[in-house]
């Protein structure tokens, strides 16, 4: 019965060593003596827009004073920040890799304390646990967080980001305004080499044919038509009274003349209009087409020329900016690892798991019994 109890201590003894003992002096080792010193930079920002729909909060208010949060910005810029670009230009001749792997940092903290993976996704992945970015959706805040075992060091990195995210948004502005004037300034320059064209080949028609207008010319030539056949209703018309009255009239042959030159002048006036493959009827079908294209350009270059002021305008009205609303702070103490908070925090899991482990042991051994 003895040996039973005193295996039954024996047992909790070491149950105790492992869930409580051993567990609280490493963590008494490491928080108080190899843990590093860890500064916390902080900053805000909000990406807003003037044509983007605004959401709560913060970006009810933002629409007030004319501008709302900038959605796809804001993930392009989180996305940035977050990507191995952002770390290539941090690590800059190895920049961020020194900062963060200094004889001065815990082995157990730095960046290949032990010298065993230095390779490029180490280091990302290194990065990554460093740099935190949050983003609020109800106020469409992005907090940026960035720790480093020196004030300088998070302060240097989180403004280094933040600028970095500044340019991706103005990249992304200045590509999509460029995509917008590109796009309208080509339809510009295709309208105005239709409407060149068109121009040309109507001139190029006026000088092959000899006219400007067919159908005013063919205006023209009917009114003269007219007046020809007035001329020679009234020439007919003395004609005749002449002959009636006074055959002998020399007149009579003058008049005669003078209505066949008025009905010849009166055939060829009326050919020119129509009839002839060189009429004004002929032509004025080709002219009409001719025309038309030619309208039709003008009035097309006038839409694209309407269309880039368009886009112009609407480059400019889409524009998205980053606006820090807390600067990059600069860290006048450590603010981790919390020590104490640490240890006691090993003590409590473990005591829970000593309980635990303990009910356990005692259950099953009572079940033996």
Sequence with gaps: MQNTIFDRVAKIDRILMITVVVPVIVAVVYFGFLA???YVSESRFVVRSPDKPASTGLGVLLKSTGFTGGGDEIYAAESFIQSRDALVALNKNGAFAQAYSDRKISFVDRFNGLGFNGSFEALYKFYKSKVLIEHETTASITSLTVRAYTAR????????LLHMAEL?????????????????????????????????????????????????????????????????????SELLQLRSFTPQNPQI????????????????QVSMVAGGRKSLSSTAAQYQRLSLESQLADKQLGAAMSSLQDASNEARRKQAYLERIVEPSIPDQAVEPRRWRGILSTLLLGMVAWGILTMLLAGVQEHKD
């Design 153 to 160: 060091e998070a302060y240097r990195v989180n403004t280094q």
């Design 36 to 38: 590093s010193d860890v």
């Design 168 to 236: 991706t948004v103005n990249n992304l502005n200045e590509r999509g305004r460029q995509d917008l004037i590109h796009f309208a300034s080509v339809e510009v320059d295709e309208a105005k080499e239709k409407a060149r064209s068109a121009a040309v080949a109507l001139s190029a028609f006026r000088n092959s044919q000899g006219v400007v207008d067919p159908e005013k010319q063919a205006t023209v030539q009917l009114q003269m038509v007219s007046k020809l056949q007035d001329e020679i209703i009234s020439a007919r």
């Design 253 to 268: 042959e003058v008049l005669a003349t003078r209505v066949a030159g008025l009905e010849r002048e009166m055939q060829n």
